[in-house]
């Protein structure tokens, strides 16, 4: 990204951009999701509707214990998709996407920027809500500059 606005103006901008994301496999669970006993439905249509009957088998290979009703995808029983606290399988992340149930912030954390009055690259102040345990191995790939 390039601009002249001063760089704590960026970094505060950046510090407040997050915007809701699916969660990925390894991801801890942010909150329990139980599906109810009925037609599985897509959350994030509004109103919510059922999945097409074309959806099932992969509804099935997910680990839904899913059969037909009326050609739509259905469950017999609650369904317990993930549990608070504890790290998604590939499953459940895929699951939780279908299903249109965001778990994670997507951030953006800023961590250096070019400053053209000195030509150096200069490392971006932490702001609240950084998180510490980063994996800082590797700057250079997920560094950003202004």
């Known amino acids: 990204m390039f601009t002249n606005s001063k760089p704590e103006e960026v970094t ?9 994301d699916f969660a990925r496999a390894g991801n801890t669970a942010s909150r329990t999701v139980v599906l109810p006993a009925g037609p599985v439905m897509r959350t994030y249509s509004d109103p919510p509707e059922p999945f097409p009957h074309n959806e099932e088998p992969q509804l099935r290979r997910l680990g839904l214990p899913t059969r037909m009703d009326k050609g739509v995808p259905t469950l017999s029983a ?7 606290g504890k790290a998604l399988t ?57």
């Open 78 to 84: 609650p369904h317990k998709v993930c549990e608070k």
């Open 12 to 20: 505060q901008w950046f510090a407040d951009f997050q915007r809701p």
């Open 90 to 146: 590939a499953e459940q992340a895929q699951l939780l996407k279908l299903i249109g149930e965001r778990m994670v912030k997507f951030r953006v954390r800023l961590r250096c920027y070019w400053d053209s009055e000195t030509g150096t690259v200069a490392e971006a102040a932490r702001t609240e809500g950084d998180d510490d345990d980063d994996d800082d191995d590797d700057e250079s790939s997920e560094a950003l500059s202004e």
